[in-house]
Antibody, heavy 126, light 109 residues
Framework: QVQLQESGPGLVKPSQTLSLTCTVS??????????WSWIRQPAGKGLEWIGR???????NYNPSLKSRVTISVDTSKNQFSLKLSSVTAADTAVYYC??????????????????WGKGTTVTVSS | SYVLTQPPSVSVAPGQTARITCGGN??????VHWYQQKPGQAPVLVVY???DRPSGIPERFSGSNSGNTATLTISRVEAGDEADYYC????????????FGGGTKLTVL
């Protein structure tokens, strides 16, 4: 079955760019009509959706982070990536990547995340 | 942006039924999904599209959605169900984005 694994630096300095990669195994990132998402969770707090990408390159971002976020995909490596610029201590969190399934019901669009990585902790500190 | 409201905590005795609500403006017109997260672990999808269960999720987990409230119901609660639960929708208004509720801590007494 499909598995996801996050990787990247665990410590980032303030004002720098956080960069994470999610490697997809057990299946091709290009197969099926899936989106690929990033979600984060500060310690002791709830989940925050960061954004998603389709293998065509189409993206959607959380408006509160949009000016600082870039999500990209590399189908040749079966990976997708997150870049978050100008980080502060408020960006310290566990970052998860996830596979998203989407479609249309009778009168609504649905999108949910059915496969998640284990998460990676990123601390922003000098 | 669209806001989802969950109670911070719900407590239930083993064998009883737990109901966790997720409130939102006309949420009944959206598709609601629920995730279970145990300490130190990644979230797990337990209900999608209001009331469907992924394979491997016990029938004890069910969902409903109408009006301004969606509900996750856990029947015959077990100690292993103790976790945080999050609802999630897709906001198709001006901002196309995923939205999570604040989460509910389910305590099994």
């Amino acid at each position: 079955q499909v598995q996801l694994q996050e990787s990247g630096p665990g410590l980032v300095k303030p004002s720098q760019t956080l960069s994470l990669t999610c490697t997809v195994s057990g299946g091709s990132i290009s197969s099926g009509s899936y989106y690929w998402s990033w979600i984060r969770q500060p310690a002791g707090k709830g989940l925050e959706w960061i954004g998603r990408i389709y293998t065509s390159g189409s993206t959607n971002y959380n408006p509160s982070l949009k000016s600082r976020v870039t999500i990209s995909v590399d189908t040749s490596k079966n990976q997708f990536s997150l870049k978050l610029s100008s980080v502060t201590a408020a960006d310290t969190a566990v970052y998860y990547c996830a596979r998203g399934s989407s479609g249309w019901g009778a009168y609504y669009y649905y999108y949910y995340m059915d496969v998640w990585g284990k998460g990676t902790t990123v601390t922003v500190s000098s | 942006s669209y806001v989802l409201t969950q109670p911070p905590s719900v407590s239930v005795a083993p064998g009883q039924t737990a109901r966790i609500t997720c409130g939102g403006n006309n949420i009944g017109s959206k598709s609601v999904h629920w995730y279970q997260q145990k300490p130190g672990q990644a979230p797990v999808l337990v209900v999608y599209d209001d009331s469907d269960r992924p394979s491997g999720i016990p029938e004890r987990f069910s969902g409903s959605n109408s009006g301004n409230t969606a509900t996750l119901t856990i029947s015959r609660v077990e100690a292993g169900d103790e976790a945080d639960y999050y609802c999630q929708v897709w906001d198709s208004s001006s901002d196309h984005q995923g939205v999570f509720g604040g989460g509910t801590k389910l305590t099994v007494l």
